[in-house]
């Protein structure tokens, strides 16, 4: 679904009139704003709305949303290795560093809201 409304404007159009509705004021505002300035985007950041948008009301897709993103910095890393590209490997090694103390920072922070 995500693809195929990244790669078809009818698609997008239609996927946009579905998601419209559930929205209260700020967010519409926020999603009108975002769906007018992807329209004519690249594949990859239109996908990107559309996913963020899709998390919102997804909570398997949020859910699943941390393991893809270090799936993703661990393929390109590996990537960037077998290409011999080291210093892109090392940059995509930090990042996913700085995604995992963020995503345990993120945590501590829950668990820290949820005892108060």
Known sequence: MIYESATHPVEYEKWAKNIAPKLHFQQYEHFMEGYEMHKTMPFFAKAAF???????????????????????????????????????????????????????????????????
């Open 50 to 116: 559309i996913a963020h948008w899709e998390m919102f009301f997804d909570s398997e897709l949020m859910a699943l949303s941390q393991p893809f993103v270090q799936a993703a910095l661990i393929h390109l890393g590996q990537t960037f290795h077998r290409r011999n590209q080291l210093d892109l490997a090392e940059e995509t090694l930090q990042i996913l560093r700085k995604h995992l103390e963020l995503m345990a920072k993120t945590g501590e922070e829950n668990n820290e809201m949820e005892r108060n």
